[in-house]
């Protein structure tokens, strides 16, 4: 599977963007896919993760303003960000994970994820 976002860019502290990530392969819809980000100086965290089903988790921090989905007859799955703030200015990646566990909660560590997408920059600014 090969990932490739897009969709980063500059807004400013309150706007919104919607991250896309496309992928190759026909398997996607048994894939459980995640975004991660990392800012600079700081390690890569879990932001969101959705299982094939729909069911979906979020990180505290992100609760409320982001919203995962996938498409999987497009093998294409999107981070819609909201009320952005400039903590979560970041590179954001996203990545496949084979479907181990039923539930979304289960993928917030990057060791699950096989695959990883590039990363596309968000940078919000006060």
């Known amino acids: 599977v090969q990932l490739q976002a897009c969709g980063g860019g500059l807004v400013q502290a309150g706007g919104f963007l919607r991250l896309s990530c496309a992928a190759s392969g026909r398997t996607f819809s048994s894939y459980t896919m995640g975004w991660f980000r990392q800012a600079p100086g700081k390690e890569r965290e879990f932001v969101a993760a959705?299982?094939?089903?729909?069911?979906?988790y979020y990180a505290d921090s992100v609760k409320g303003r982001f919203t995962i989905s996938r498409d999987n007859a497009k093998n294409t799955v999107y981070l819609q960000m909201n009320s952005l703030k400039p903590e979560d200015t970041a590179v954001y990646y996203c990545?496949?994970?084979?479907?181990?566990?039923?539930?979304?909660?289960?993928?917030?560590?990057?060791?699950?994820?096989?695959?990883w997408g590039q990363g596309t920059l968000v940078t919000v600014s006060s």
């Open positions: 959705i299982v094939w089903s729909g069911s979906a």
């Open positions: 990545a496949g994970a084979p479907q181990r566990y039923s539930a979304a909660y289960y993928y917030t560590q990057p060791s699950l994820y096989d695959y």
